[in-house]
């Protein structure tokens, strides 16, 4: 049976992990590789690279250590940040991330979506969706934001994603920027609208606190991944545990040890 | 030995070539028919569509020396599609070295399209699953599949039971992404370069 998938993000910066992480036995805890392995072997389903970097030198300071990446782990990951071109894809891919995240280039040029889809197909391309929930001149809408969540959008958040998914899209990464460091739970009735809606997997993404908000997204929330990034890295939540416990709730999940 | 990965427009195989790697096990990454007919391993990938790839391997007449090869032959995902008669996939007619037709995932069975994750695999008869635990779990990535046929060996269920391996004689084949499937698809992999030539 298809399984419930878990996976952890890592922010990068210059090649390294940003965000904050807690684990006393890996000996550089800023080591993004380190730190995918070790998820890996925890029984991380999958993984996700974030490159916050901003400058070009920093950039191929990622590629590098998306090839790093992919020489030691032998589970999929999904690499993300500042991607616009096909050449940046097809630079990312052959260093050997299985997919790729688009979010801000999606938006200012949606034709880009179909241009990767046919180049490398919808298996490999996720179109990240940050949406918040705000006031518009039609009343409260979700809506699509740019930029980390700061900058909204024109587009509403429900029908671009029928978009990007009729576009090529192979799977969406949806963020409630609402919910997103919460940790009160993800936004459940959006992303069950939008997984009901599509006929491509959905990652929740925002808001993750407890074991028990997998379970809802998964079940409520129609969700096929969820994605957190802090929980794990501070071991709040450990992956085997939260794995034990949803497979005992009898959710499909894969079980390694 | 020598093992060669065959080289044809089948997408990115990187991740394949760093998985051998990972076992210490050298490679080739080649079109030339005489490095792939003189291997003792052949490893055929592929990520990417069905006529595309087969019309590419009909130009440079992959197609007629693949099915002729001697030496254990391991097809992977699309390469598995095409050691198959003929796929769905654009109508496209393919290798015929497993006698089954490719199917589409059916866009009315209320299942997600395509196949992507995490599924267990049942019902082993091959010795690429040995030392590998029952119902192991591999990694999916796929919009057709070869329903069960008399060269399954290996069982995933879907939106219908499908071929998640395939043997006949020299030849095997994975649906499934060994080279990301944890240390079970790194086992496959490893049995594959173990078999007897």
Redesign the interface.
């Known amino acids: 049976?298809?399984?419930k998938?878990i996976i952890p993000c890592l922010d990068v910066k210059d090649g390294r992990t940003v965000k904050g992480v807690n684990f006393v036995n890996l000996r550089d805890a800023g080591d993004a590789v380190e730190l995918g392995a070790l998820y890996?072997a925890q029984g991380a389903?999958e993984l996700v690279y974030l490159d916050i970097t901003a400058t070009i030198d920093g950039r191929s300071t990622f590629i590098e250590l998306v090839k790093r990446v992919?020489?030691t782990i032998?589970?999929?990951f999904t690499v993300g940040g500042g991607i616009s071109s096909v050449a940046d894809v097809s630079a990312l891919?052959?260093?050997?991330a299985?997919k790729v995240s688009i979010n801000s280039a999606a938006v200012r040029n949606p034709d880009l979506i179909d241009e990767l889809a046919l180049e490398?197909?919808?298996?490999?391309i996720v179109v990240a969706i940050d949406t918040r929930y705000i006031d518009t001149e039609h009343g409260k809408e979700h809506i699509v934001h740019t930029h980390g969540g700061r900058k909204p959008t024109e587009l509403r958040t429900i029908p671009w994603a029928k978009e990007v998914e009729d576009r090529g899209a192979?799977?969406l990464l949806l963020t409630s920027m609402d919910t997103d460091g919460t940790k009160n739970g993800f936004a459940l009735e959006l992303t069950a609208t939008i997984s009901e809606n599509g006929?491509?997997?959905v990652i929740a993404s925002g808001g993750a606190g407890t074991m028990s908000h997998f379970y809802d997204v998964f079940t409520t929330g129609k969700a096929?991944?969820g994605l957190a990034a802090s929980i794990f890295h501070f071991r709040e939540i450990d992956i085997p545990d939260l794995k034990d416990y949803l497979s005992d709730k009898q959710l499909p999940i894969?079980l390694?040890r | 030995m020598k093992t060669v990965i065959i080289k044809y427009n089948a997408?990115?195989v990187?991740?394949v070539m760093?998985?051998l790697?990972?076992l210490g096990a050298g490679y080739l990454y080649t079109d030339d028919v005489a490095e792939i007919t003189s291997a003792d391993k052949v490893i055929f990938p592929g990520?990417?569509?069905a006529s595309t790839t087969m019309s590419y391997l009909r130009k440079t007449g992959l197609d007629k020396i693949i099915p002729a090869l001697k030496q254990p032959v391991f097809g992977t995902c699309v390469g598995m599609q095409l050691m198959c008669r003929h796929s769905e996939e654009n109508n496209t007619d393919c290798m015929g070295i497993f006698d089954v037709d490719v199917k589409r995932f059916p866009?009315d069975s209320g299942m997600?399209?395509?196949?992507?994750?995490?599924?267990?695999i049942i019902d082993y008869k091959t010795p690429l699953t040995d030392n590998i635990p029952q119902s192991a779990?591999m990694?999916?990535?796929?919009s057709y599949a070869a329903p069960v046929c008399e060269y399954t060996v290996a069982t995933c269920?879907?939106a219908f039971p499908f071929s998640a391996m395939l043997h006949r004689d020299n030849f095997y084949a994975a649906q499934f992404?060994c080279?990301?499937?944890?240390?079970a698809?790194?086992q496959i992999i490893e049995n594959f370069l173990n078999l007897k030539s």
């Open positions: 049976m298809l399984t998938r890996a389903d992919a020489q032998n589970i999929p891919l052959h260093a050997g299985d490398f197909g919808s298996q490999c192979g799977e006929n491509i997997p096929d991944a894969r390694t | 997408g990115n990187q991740s760093y998985a790697d990972r990520v990417g569509e866009a997600k399209v395509p196949h992507m994750g995490w599924n267990n779990f990694y999916f990535v796929h269920d879907y992404h080279e990301i499937s944890g240390n698809g790194q």
